[in-house]
């Protein structure tokens, strides 16, 4: 009977020991009886580093960039799999940071409170402007946490030449970069009012990104949500997206993605592109985009390429989409100019093909509800409506659809028919 009285005593000691001395920050954990600490976290001789262990103030007004790089350094440098912990309800006040790989082991970095960008431009100097928080060639990273990174994007926004032509148009942060990482995970985050794009996934593979809550206004330029470029084997699921930009922009060197789940609007839709600027070379395949949710977006499932680009995007679906009050729910267009001054005519550009808009349903908030607009020299071809229907959402009439030098077949019951059933 004593025997069992101490082995049940010592079986609430221990849980209670992790979690007081888990509170001090920089240790290696003894693991619990299950593996788990009181949030279900694994213990398994990880080395767990709080950022105020390391001078963080978590104010908002002080800056913490150099706590946030030394807690990155030390959880880095250990052989047991770090944790990088920023507590939950203070606010980090982060310029430019670099969480530079290879580690040693595993690492995570948990964010439960706030990462907030500095609130004046002269904080970023030009060599670091392009990014806030950069994850540079990390392996089995996981970035998680629930807590909030906050670009501070306002001062951004008034001073960008998208929002007074006036301006020259100067380079501005991404919030969140991830580059020449490989077995991604970032998972339960809210992302806010970057500078620009929230987040970009850079030469990364194998790739998982759920769970992200992403805002910012309708009226902020180039907030992109999700940015993916020269990535293979990755999957986005489960996120609500409200942007000034495109939701998710897919762009060159992309490969092997799968999109579920996702809730977007207001923003630019789903956009792969734009392809091909600087009579570039782009290669995309193998795309699904499947149960997406768009709302008052300016475009809906979108293909944009530039003239004089060369290369591909093929194998591409879109599929299980609902469109409420969307301009453009369905667009090709191998004519896009995003110039102040207008872009010449050329003959070569990146070929689209194989791309297959299935299960679409909704409303559009402009007549042509289907614009499939190619290039005379490298039409689109291959391309397939299956069971879409599309109506009008104020106003009289039909919806209608425009093609140019596109070669399509239509499956089942497709509203409205494109071109009028002259291919």
Not at 346 to 368: C, H, M, P, Q, W
Request: glycine share 8%.
């Amino acid at each position: 009977m004593a025997s069992h009285v101490l082995l049940f005593s010592v079986s609430l000691l221990v849980p209670l020991f992790l979690c007081c001395v888990l509170a001090k920050g920089d240790m290696t954990v003894i693991p619990s009886k299950n593996g788990a600490d009181h949030r279900g976290r694994s213990l398994q001789s990880t080395k767990v580093v709080n950022v105020l262990r390391y001078g963080a103030y978590g104010d908002g007004r002080h800056d913490d960039t150099k706590a946030l790089s030394k807690a990155w350094a030390a959880a880095c440098s250990s052989s047991h799999p770090g944790i990088v912990l920023i507590p939950k309800g203070k606010k980090f006040l982060t310029k430019h940071v670099t969480f530079s790989g290879p580690c040693k082991s595993n690492m995570k970095l948990m964010i439960e409170g706030t990462l907030v960008a500095p609130p004046k431009r002269s904080y970023w100097i030009e060599d670091t402007i392009r990014h806030w928080v950069l994850f540079l060639n990390v392996r089995d990273l996981t970035v998680t946490g629930g807590g909030t990174i906050d670009g501070n994007g306002k001062i951004w926004w008034q001073r960008s030449c998208k929002v007074n032509s006036k301006l020259p148009c100067r380079p501005a942060p991404t919030a969140l970069t991830f580059y020449s990482c490989t077995n991604l995970k970032v998972d339960n985050l809210e992302l806010l009012n970057s500078q620009q794009i929230h987040m970009s996934v850079e030469r990364c593979t194998d790739v998982r990104v759920s769970r992200l809550l992403i805002t910012a206004p309708s009226t902020s330029p180039n907030t992109d949500g999700i940015h993916i470029a020269h990535s293979k084997d990755v999957k986005v699921y489960n996120c609500a997206i409200k942007t000034g930009d495109d939701c998710m922009s897919i762009e060159d060197g992309t490969k092997n993605l799968h999109v579920k789940n996702i809730v977007c609007g207001p923003g630019h839709g789903i956009s792969i592109g734009s392809l091909g600027d600087r009579n570039s070379e782009a290669q995309v395949t193998n795309i699904t985009i499947n149960g997406v949710r768009l709302h008052g977006t300016t475009n809906g499932a979108r293909i944009k390429t530039w003239q004089g680009g060369r290369g591909y995007a093929k194998n591409i679906v879109f599929q299980n989409i609902i469109m409420d009050n969307v301009w453009n729910p369905i667009i090709i267009d191998q004519n896009y100019c995003d110039s102040t001054t207008p872009c010449n005519k050329e003959k070569s550009a990146v070929e689209v093909s194989n791309v297959l808009f299935k299960n679409i349903r909704g409303t559009s908030a402009s007549r042509d509800a289907i614009k499939l607009s190619c290039n005379r020299s490298v039409p689109c071809h291959g391309i397939a409506l299956h069971n879409v229907k599309l109506t009008l959402k104020r106003g009289n009439g039909n919806a209608k659809s425009t093609c140019q030098n596109a070669k399509w077949r239509t499956l089942g019951t497709v509203m409205p028919q494109p071109c009028h059933l002259k291919n």
